[in-house]
């Protein structure tokens, strides 16, 4: 699975973005999905994750209520709707692939990965 994550750029506290991540292959609609992020300075963190089917998500705590994932699985695209944006959430965005389809966080659980797309927030 190859991975292409784009609709990253500069917004204002408070502003909306849409992060989109396009897989290549087949199997798409067999992997459960996740977004990771990473700031300067800082580890990998996790974001949120969608099952395979969409039947499931999960968020970190720090972006529940105002970032929603989603899937497109005849499209082979998940999504990151970013609302409410803060200075904070300034990083780089990863989306990865986990083999298995169910939910997980850990970011050794995902075996693909895309190249990551920027994120700016300014106060």
């Known amino acids: 699975v190859q991975l292409q994550a784009s609709g990253g750029g500069l917004v204002q506290a408070g502003g909306s973005l849409r992060l989109s991540c396009a897989a290549s292959g087949r199997t798409f609609s067999s992997y459960a999905m996740g977004w990771f992020r990473q700031a300067p300075g800082k580890e990998r963190e996790f974001v949120a994750t969608i099952s395979r089917s969409a039947g499931s998500t999960y968020y970190a705590s720090s972006v529940k209520g105002r970032f929603t994932i989603s899937r497109d699985n005849a499209k082979n695209t998940v999504y990151l709707q970013m609302n409410s944006l803060k200075p904070e959430d300034t990083a780089v965005y990863y989306c990865?692939?986990?083999?298995?389809?169910?939910?997980?966080?850990?970011?050794?659980?995902?075996?693909?990965w895309g190249q990551g797309t920027q994120v700016t927030v300014s106060s």
């Open positions: 990865a692939a986990a083999p298995g389809g169910v939910v997980t966080t850990p970011f050794q659980k995902y075996d693909y």
